[in-house]
């Protein structure tokens, strides 16, 4: 199967968004991947592994993320490591801006609470 590189392959799943910030600090396996969006989230939200690996590889498909080899590969756990690449980059700040143009929407309806900046 080809990657499908297009931006435009529909817009990110929630799923797909926090695992793109989590690697906007730097290259991680899925665990640290995991702990960290459900510390950053909090109780609100149990992140299977299932649907961790399914994220991974849509956004690999996509050209988002890319599969590094880790330093010490006898750690299984750490075996595989991910990193974002520059589309993933690119399309994180396009859903970012987006996010921001519906909350602010939202504010000035009086929908969401919080200073309105757009």
């Known amino acids: 199967m080809s990657p499908d590189r297009s931006a435009d392959a529909g817009p990110l799943s929630t799923v797909a968004v926090e695992v793109l910030l989590a690697l906007a600090t730097g290259p991680k396996h899925g665990y640290a991947i995991k702990r960290e969006i459900e510390d950053r989230i909090g109780d609100d939200f149990v992140l299977g592994s ?54 602010g929407h939202a504010k000035r309806r009086r929908l969401a609470i919080g200073p309105e900046r757009t």
């Open 50 to 103: 299932g649907s961790l690996y399914q994220a991974l590889q849509r956004l690999e498909r996509r050209g988002l993320i890319a599969e590094r080899r880790a330093a010490a590969p006898g750690d299984a756990r750490r075996g595989r490591v991910y990193a974002l690449e520059a589309e993933g980059r690119r399309v994180l700040a396009a859903e970012l801006g987006r996010m921001q143009r519906v909350l």
